[in-house]
């Protein structure tokens, strides 16, 4: 068995069969135990981000970014007690792949894995390096993940997110082209921004979420998640291959060969002011511009993933670390990893693909009803429109709703939601401790006429049954930097 492999191999590297003298061999045990303590500390941070109930790929990929983070010893413990759920055990699954590839203490990161072109910097900065979405990537550094994630709203922080995708669409039809796949209308969006907005399949369901930006009438930049890179770009080319073949001025370009920084919080303005020529004060939420960072050519984009004020930063991989290293020394910013920015996400109300919404749920269901451009509504003519379009009219069964829970165990999903009577209504999708907000909170899908706020439900939890209240998101509010 991989874990108790690992936990052996780790045994003998700390004593080593009698060879030792007995001072090193207590002095190892002792670093052991520390080093121990350390983890199980962690672990206690990490369980009140992450849940472990696995139903997609994503979801997948999230329970592996929690559970690798254990010793090979807790890991093994840990496992006996997820025997007892189905869906648990592909959680397992992919723990026991990751420790088959490679049984490192730090990280556990296979050399089957992708690495971005920053990994050897998060190395030398001592980032816990995990498997996430076919990458390995930085899940923390030196400050605990909760200490990041306040951190992040107080300053501001740094995070590579270079295993996502970006896509550069163009030609005369590229805008026609990219409005036929999602339900925005991105042709009455002004040159240099964008919108949040949803790759549809034809069933009505998500194949994804985006922002889409309209760098003008002829080229189109976004960025895709990276666990849903081969969908996507399989889905894409399909109408892609389509539309030529009919004669439109339309082309795809997939940028493999730059990083993709995420700069956000309060300081992340004022920081990269002082490493541009342009006046970031014009650039409001959601605007685009190419600009030279420290001489680089960079894409900045003002968006991100947290909820406050931010950018990502697309530059060519020959030039990320020169631009992470001036972003570090130019301000108060800090290195953060994937679990802040999962917390992060939590708090803005902002969906985890995967987690909550995939393909089999609409934009209607999702409670993003507002991605669907009015200007569209009546004719729909989008892949999976009908579905909208019927959906727009008659209603949907299903809503999408966030839930504070102020007493008990933090909600993970899959756990159930019933209303005053007892009866099962939903499950959660994603839940957590709140760093900021020092309470639990999750969002779920409800059955129609349970959305209200203010509402007051419970959830099941290790057949423990809490109160919680349905609230609007986000749960912090956001500071996305727009006109006065």
């Known amino acids: 068995h991989p874990v108790r492999e690992a936990f052996r191999g780790e045994n003998r590297r700390v004593v080593s069969g009698g060879q030792q003298t007995a001072c090193q061999r207590v002095s190892s045990k002792r670093a052991l135990l520390e080093r121990e303590g350390e983890r199980r500390q962690a672990l206690a ?49 992919a723990v026991n792949a990751g420790l088959a590839q490679n049984a490192q203490v730090r990280g556990f990161a296979s050399g089957d894995l992708l690495k971005t072109v920053l990994y050897d910097f998060h ?30 709203r107080e300053k501001g922080s740094i995070f590579d997110v270079s295993h996502m995708l970006g896509i550069t669409l163009t030609g005369k039809d590229a805008v026609a082209f990219i409005e036929s796949l999602i339900v925005s209308d991105i042709a009455s969006l002004e040159d240099g921004t964008g919108c949040l907005s949803i790759l549809m399949n034809e069933n009505g369901g998500a ?11 002829e080229k189109v930049y ?43 919080g309060p300081e992340a303005a ?21 600009a030279p960072i420290k001489g680089i050519e960079s894409f900045i984009t003002r968006t991100g993933y947290t909820g406050e004020d931010g950018f990502e930063i697309s530059i060519p991989n020959d030039g990320a670390l ?49 991605t669907v451009s009015k200007s569209r509504r009546e004719a729909c003519n989008f892949v ?33 939601i019933l209303n005053s009577d007892g009866e099962e209504i939903g499950h959660i999708t994603s839940g957590g401790f709140s760093p900021c907000l020092k309470k639990n909170i999750a969002m779920g899908y409800v059955k129609k006429g349970y959305q209200k706020s203010g509402t007051e439900l419970q959830v099941k939890v290790r057949n423990k049954v809490n109160d919680a209240v349905v609230t609007k998101m986000p749960f912090v509010p956001a500071s996305y930097y727009r006109p006065s």
């Open 322 to 370: 020169e631009v992470m290293e001036a972003l570090l020394a130019n301000g108060p910013l800090k290195l953060a990893g994937l679990g802040a920015r999962d917390s992060l996400r939590l708090e803005a109300g902002l969906c985890l693909y995967g987690n909550d919404l995939d393909m089999h749920i609409s934009p209607i269901e999702a409670g993003l009803t507002w």
């Open 207 to 217: 194949i994804d979420d985006t922002v889409i930006t309209k760098v003008n009438g």
């Open 45 to 93: 941070e990490e369980r009140s981000v992450f849940g472990f109930v696995p139903v997609s790929e994503t979801e997948a990929n999230m329970a592996t970014v929690a559970l690798l983070k254990w010793t090979a010893a807790t890991a093994s413990k840990h496992a006996r007690s997820l025997t007892g759920s189905g869906a648990r055990l592909a959680g397992l699954r």
């Open 123 to 152: 190395v030398d900065k001592k980032a816990k390096m995990v498997p996430f979405a076919g990458y390995a990537m930085p899940i923390q550094y030196q400050d605990s993940i909760m200490d990041s994630t306040t951190y992040c």
């Open 270 to 290: 004022a920081t990269l002011q002082k490493l541009v020529d342009i006046d970031i004060s014009k650039m409001y939420f959601s605007h685009f511009t190419v």
């Open 222 to 264: 976004f960025v895709v998640n990276a666990g849903n890179r081969e969908k996507d770009l399989k889905h894409i080319g399909k109408h892609l291959a389509d539309w030529q073949s009919s004669g439109k001025d339309v082309s795809m370009a997939t940028h493999e060969d730059r990083a993709l920084l995420a700069v956000q």
């Open 384 to 416: 999976g429109g009908e579905v909208i379009k019927q959906q727009l009219a008659d209603g949907v069964g299903i809503r999408r709703i966030g839930l504070t829970i102020e007493k008990g165990a933090p909600a993970r999903g899959g756990a159930l």
